[in-house]
């Protein structure tokens, strides 16, 4: 979207007129998701958002609208659904939706590559391919983009770890940058042109990245033309005038630590050219004139919150997303016009799992999967739900509906704050919260506190159990607390020494006998950390001790509930933020005694299907036994509809595996590198993933590109050049054909595989894919142009993408390791 200005009102004309002061400050945020406003010239601030698949405007921070949002299925389902154009639609209401909440920027989309499957944000981004990665990323920003909203390409480059994310450094080789980690960035900013780029929080080769030259000017401004924006991470810049003259633009979030006084007295003094300067604030001009925020720009357009038709595109994209890994004797799916009874089981029958960090989004609604079920097959079948076991490994969030304020009415806790540090003086401000579960950040939590270095909260509800039981009853804070339930005290955390960093986050916990139904008067006293600009965390967590929830009866109930039924649907994956920002997993098992539930209700049902909510890979333990898997990733708000539509017949499965799922984490790429601590050294080099595993000759669990469909396709007729010169298109082509008896769509894959190469090679790469949707019996051809980079590798000497001449083998399959076509290609 182009935004004109008046003659006068030019960004060089701007420029101009610009005090030093004014243009510096131009360059660092005013708080956590604004940019300085230069009234004087008519130049608007800008509003960011967190994303990347929902605008997160769940809490009032600085002056941000609050409304509830679509929430979209997380960034591994976009890749899961292998469906460009789909993705750009997703994209579009993403960037409307930004729109009515006042956003110029969205954050998102996340671009790393999947590592190690313990990564805490992989449910974030796309894939282990740096392919696929780089198409689902182009459709995205382009989406988004048309809309007249930004987006920004992060975290770049190499943020594949949250272990050590501040300090940490990246090791990798220049070869393995180039093919690995950096080409999904390349298609987005050579192709879809992102407005704005976020630099990563770690290390790269001993350079932070929001002072990294190499990735900064030569690479990103340089080779690929990058004309917008480079942001740093929140709190990711490090120095003053290194990252100015590195290429870094925009300080986030403001106050500014390193730019604003100290970056004005860096110029006055000459430790730095003015040059610099004019050069980011012109890249902070253009982003402004982007968004219409400079005199005389275009009204920009009205977007919308939480349409149906969002809403309807959310469900779709999760209905698209859903793998099916295995259908033995095609259990799935069930007949629910003949099916008369459905044990469902599992703990996350009743509620979606969400990754947890900057990306999560509060949305109006949540369509569980157990309100799918009942949706669809309403009174005509009987469905017998048993939870079987809990899949928590900490106590879960008390939620909304457990909580009820002072005044007896509604739901959620009477919050009243104070601007003073122990909750005393006048009251602040008071609200209802829905919950207790408060994060910020260098931002005050109510209207009435005036200051965000200094203020204290006074918390008083009623929390009613819906378990009877031994409770635990757990903390968790950024501060101290305490906290007394009907009348007696109960915990007391104490303030923790702002020197020790691993003491700011503190826990305390009791445990006491609760009923099901009973008021439980509770009341929390909570102070932030004064003297200092960390956030602050008040969390307020409760259920049955971990001794109650083992209780074998639960899985007995299950078990027999599967025994008296037609069929059994088991719902099992990660708890709610399990795996997230800041925090990577430290194994790859189900938490809890979910394993053990699978497998009991298995054996008591034949026609048993098993849905996991996950964002990485997990172990399945059970899968030879277990006739039916579908992978349903994080899906969304509508998940529980389209997990029902798919189980149901409704949906023809035909998502893809965007990453290998493994057979053990010994058997993963980074496994003699990963954690590395301060210095992660990325050892396996370009053997990320499928590649990993097809080189070394390991056996997956479940190979990249795999998934099911509920009916069958052909492939035939592959038509290549056998010859063709270097430099030249090659075309490539097929006939599809659905040869089963519904309608269903497959995604076709082309592998390339250089049999002559003088350097080490995978023994297969992903360099396109098409998904084509057929009617029964119905044929297409599938046509593909490969360019000359789909045959190169990058050559570190000569510092250049290279293709050899010899013979290349182009596979053409539904996975990585099911190749249906092939044939011999000479480059000369």
């Not at 809309?147 to 393995?176: I, L, P, Y």
């Not at 298609?187 to 929080?201: D, F, G, L, N, Q």
């Not at 890249?283 to 349409?307: E, H, Y």
């Amino acid at each position: 979207m182009s935004v004109t200005s008046r003659p006068g009102h030019t960004i060089p004309a701007l420029l101009a007129q610009m005090s030093l002061r004014e243009k510096v400050d131009m360059l660092s945020g005013t708080d956590m998701f604004h940019t300085l406003a230069i009234p004087r010239l008519g130049i608007e601030r800008l509003t960011l958002s967190d994303g990347p698949h929902g605008v997160r405007s769940s809490d009032a921070v600085h002056g941000k609208l609050i409304q509830k949002t679509t929430s979209f299925p997380t960034g591994i389902s976009f890749a899961a659904c292998w469906n460009t154009t789909l993705v750009a639609k997703v994209g579009v209401a993403l960037g409307m939706e930004s729109l009515a909440m006042g956003c110029d920027v969205l954050l998102g989309p996340c671009l790393n590559i999947h590592r190690t499957p313990l990564g805490g944000r992989n449910f974030e981004s796309y894939a282990e391919d740096p392919y696929l990665a780089g198409r689902i990323g182009v459709a995205y920003v382009s989406g988004v983009q048309s809309t007249g909203t930004g987006a920004c390409a992060k975290h770049f480059a190499c943020n594949n770890q949250e272990m050590e994310r501040w300090r940490g450094s990246s090791e990798v080789d220049e070869r393995t940058l180039r093919e690995i980690y950096l080409p999904a960035f390349e298609a987005v900013i050579t192709e879809a042109r992102p407005w704005t780029v976020m630099c990563s929080y770690n290390r790269i080769n001993g350079v932070y990245g929001s002072q990294n030259h190499h990735l900064l000017t030569t690479i990103l401004k340089g080779e690929w033309r990058f004309d917008g924006v480079v942001m740093s991470d929140w709190n990711a810049v490090h120095a003053t005038s290194e990252p100015i003259i590195a290429g870094l633009d925009l300080e986030m979030p403001g106050p500014p630590k390193f730019f604003g006084r100290l970056l004005y007295e860096a110029a006055v003094f000459w430790q730095l050219e003015v040059a610099h300067i004019d050069a980011a604030v012109t890249r902070m001009l253009r982003l402004a004139q982007r968004c219409g925020r400079l005199p005389g720009a275009r009204t920009k357009r009205r977007g919308a919150v939480s349409t149906p038709a969002h809403q309807k595109l959310a469900r779709a994209l999760c209905e698209e997303a859903v793998v099916l890994v295995k259908n033995d004797a095609q259990v799935l799916p069930f007949d629910y016009r003949s099916m008369r009874s459905l044990a469902v089981i599992g703990p996350q029958s009743s509620h979606l799992a969400v990754g947890g960090g900057s990306s999560w989004v509060d949305p109006p609604y949540r369509v569980t999967p157990l309100d799918g079920l009942r949706a669809l097959c309403g009174k005509r079948i009987r469905l017998d739900i048993a939870r079987g076991c809990d899949d928590h490994v900490d106590m879960p969030v008390v939620p909304t509906r457990s909580l009820i304020p002072r005044s007896g009415k509604g739901h959620g806790a009477t919050v009243s704050y104070y601007n003073s540090p122990d909750c005393t003086g006048p009251v602040a401000g008071q609200a209802i919260d829905a919950d207790i579960s408060r994060w910020t950040w260098m931002q005050v939590p109510h209207p009435g506190v005036t200051d965000w270095r200094c203020w204290s909260a006074h918390f008083d509800f009623w929390y009613v159990p819906e378990d009877s039981g031994v409770h635990r009853i757990q903390l968790d804070v950024l501060g101290s607390a305490e906290l007394t339930i009907d009348g007696t005290p109960r915990l007391a955390i104490a303030m923790p020494d702002p020197l020790v960093l691993s003491a700011l986050f503190q826990k305390g916990f009791c445990e006491l006998p609760l009923t099901k139904g009973t008021r439980y008067r509770c009341r929390i006293r909570f102070a932030r950390i004064l003297g200092t600009d960390d956030g602050t965390l008040v969390k307020f967590q409760a259920g049955l001790s971990p001794s109650v929830t083992t209780n074998d009866q639960d899985i007995h109930a299950a078990v027999a509930a599967a025994a008296r039924c037609d069929a059994a649907v088991i719902f099992i994956g990660v708890p709610e933020r399990f795996e997230g920002e800041e925090c990577d997993r430290t194994h790859l098992r189900l938490p809890g005694r979910q394993d053990e539930l699978v497998a009991a209700v298995v054996r008591a049902n034949p026609r048993t299907a098993v849905v996991v909510q996950c964002g990485s890979p997990i172990l399945m333990p059970w899968l030879a036994e277990t006739p039916a898997v579908l992978l349903a990733w994080y899906p969304g708000m509508e998940g529980g509809h389209a997990i029902a539509r798919t189980l149901m017949g409704l949906n023809n499965p035909s998502g893809k595996m965007p990453m290998t799922f493994p057979r053990r984490l010994e058997d993963t790429p980074a496994f003699a590198h990963y954690p590395g601590r301060r210095q992660a050294r990325y050892g396996e080099g370009i053997l990320v993933g499928y590649r990993h595993y097809d080189t070394r000759g390991v056996d997956p669990l479940v190979c990249f590109g795999h998934g099911l469909s509920y009916t069958s396709f052909t492939y035939s007729g592959l038509r290549l050049p056998k010859r063709a010169a270097r430099g030249t298109p090659v075309i490539v082509r097929l006939t599809l054909r659905n040869s089963g008896p519904i309608a269903g769509a497959e995604v076709v894959q082309l592998y390339v595989t250089d049999q002559e190469s003088s350097v080490v090679r995978p023994v297969r790469e992903l360099k396109r894919f098409c998904k084509v949707a057929l009617a029964p019996g119905e044929r297409r051809e599938v046509r593909f142009e490969l360019d000359e980079r789909a045959f190169a590798f990058y050559d570190t000497v000569r510092a250049q993408w290279v293709v050899e001449p010899g013979a290349f083998t182009i596979a053409i399959g539904s996975s990585s390791r099911d190749e249906r076509l092939s044939g011999t290609l000479t480059l000369v």
